[in-house]
């Protein structure tokens, strides 16, 4: 079992930064691979970015390429979005997510459990 909770989500401008954090507990935080998804308002949940276990591979969706950055502490059993120069399509519920496969995936239906999600909310 894995549990994750994400916090550091809020209400920003555009062209803003926000550090988002999920903090894992449960199974050993190294022996998983995290990833971030996020859901506009009225639209399905689409993949933002992905870290392996040992944190040395990331791969980014095209759309937040160069804006985000995904990294963890595994000493902290926490996975890290930063997220600069926000735009207001950035606005989304953000989760975080454990995939406990091998593979690196930018799937959803690939991960194993889901944290509750943390607003952002970027004004123009």
């Known amino acids: 079992q894995v549990q994750l909770v994400e916090s550091g989500g809020g209400l920003v401008q555009a062209g803003d930064s926000l550090r988002l954090s999920c903090a894992a507990s449960?199974?050993?935080?190294?022996?998983?691979?995290m990833g971030w998804f996020r859901q506009p308002p009225g639209k399905e949940r689409e993949f933002v970015a992905v870290?392996?276990?040992?944190?040395?591979?990331?791969y980014y969706a095209d759309s937040v390429k160069g804006r985000i950055t995904i990294s963890k502490n595994n000493a902290k059993n926490t996975v890290y979005l930063q997220m600069n120069s926000l735009k207001p399509e950035d606005t989304a519920v953000y989760y975080c997510?454990?995939?406990?496969?091998?593979?690196?995936?930018?799937?959803?239906?690939?991960?194993?459990?889901w944290g509750q999600g943390t607003q952002v909310t970027v004004s123009s």
């Open positions: 997510a454990a995939d406990l496969s091998v593979r690196l995936s930018t799937a959803q239906n690939e991960y194993d459990y």
């Open positions: 870290i392996n276990r040992s944190g040395l591979t990331k």
């Open positions: 449960g199974r050993t935080f190294s022996t998983y691979n």
